[in-house]
């Protein structure tokens, strides 16, 4: 069945970094765009970075451009988030999101927390 695992979440201070992983199991990862979403709490769920099957090419939200990057390793089925200059407001569940025409798979979520 499908799987999308994250995991790399925590506790980090202001200008800290963390690094999410994502393993994906259950279909085929590399024709996938695979992106990361966040939601906070009395947010709306909203897309942080996305990076396409072919490429790949990249995108990201404004509030993340220059601190935070997508990357993907198609041989292990993996997506990555590398979080740099973390700031409180990045304080959200990021949630791995797997896409392709009419399939659209999503994560558990992984908690990240940004304060002092």
């Known amino acids: 069945q499908v799987q999308l695992v994250e995991s790399g979440g925590g506790l980090v201070q202001p200008g800290g970094s963390l690094r999410l992983s994502c393993a994906a199991s259950?279909?085929?990862?590399?024709?996938?765009?695979m992106s990361w979403y966040r939601q906070a709490p009395g947010e709306e769920r909203e897309l942080v970075a996305t990076?396409?099957?072919?490429?790949?090419?990249?995108d990201y939200a404004n509030s993340v451009k220059g601190r935070f990057t997508i990357s993907r390793d198609d041989a292990k089925n993996m997506v990555y988030l590398q979080m740099n200059n973390l700031k409180p407001e990045d304080t959200a569940v990021y949630y791995c999101?797997?896409?392709?025409?009419?399939?659209?798979?999503w994560g558990q979520g992984t908690q990240v927390t940004v304060s002092s």
């Open positions: 999101n797997a896409w392709w025409i009419k399939y659209n798979y």
């Open positions: 259950g279909f085929t990862f590399r024709a996938y765009r």
């Open positions: 990076i396409s099957a072919t490429g790949p090419t990249t």
